[in-house]
Nanobody, 122 residues
Framework: VQLQASGGGMVQAGDSLRLSCAAS????????VAWFRQAPGQEREFVAA????????SYAGSVKGRFTISRDNAKNTVYLRMKNLKPEDTAIYYC????????????????WGQGTQVTVSS
C-alpha cells in the first residue's frame, strides 16, 4: 500500500487542522493506520492509530483530548483532526500502516508516506 499525507500548514496556537492520509491498494481497509510525527532533532514519535474496523483508536498522551483519528475505508483515507494546536505540535506528520494490532514503535511499520509539515506559532 502507498500512503500520502496532506493537509499540513502554518497556524497559530489554538487553531485547528485536519490532516488526510490517502492510500492506494486494495488491502487498505484491512490495515491499522497510524500517525507519527517528527520534530527537528527529535525521534519519530507515535501520535495516534486506528484499527481497520475504525471502531478502536489509540492516542499518545500528549494529544489525547485534542486530536481525533478517523477513517473512511470507502475513500481509502484516514484523517487526523487536530484541535487546540500548541507550538510543541510543530513537526512533520507521517502516516503509516500495518497488519495487526497497536504498536507505538516506528520500527514495526514498513509503509511510510511522505510527511506533511505542521507549524504552530505562539
Amino acid at each position: 500500500v502507498q500512503l500520502q499525507a496532506s493537509g499540513g500548514g502554518m497556524v497559530q496556537a489554538g487553531d485547528s487542522l485536519r490532516l488526510s492520509c490517502a492510500a492506494s491498494g486494495q488491502t487498505f481497509s484491512s490495515l491499522l493506520v497510524a500517525w507519527f510525527r517528527q520534530a527537528p532533532g527529535q525521534e519519530r514519535e507515535f501520535v495516534a492509530a486506528i484499527l481497520a474496523s475504525g471502531l478502536t483508536t489509540s492516542y499518545a498522551g500528549s494529544v489525547k483530548g485534542r486530536f481525533t483519528i478517523s477513517r473512511d475505508n470507502a475513500k481509502n483515507t484516514v484523517y487526523l483532526r487536530m484541535k487546540n494546536l500548541k507550538p510543541e505540535d510543530t513537526a512533520i506528520y507521517y502516516c503509516t500502516a500495518r497488519q495487526g494490532g497497536f504498536t507505538e514503535r516506528p520500527v514495526n511499520y514498513k509503509n511510510w508516506g511522505q510527511g506533511t509539515q505542521v507549524t504552530v506559532s505562539s
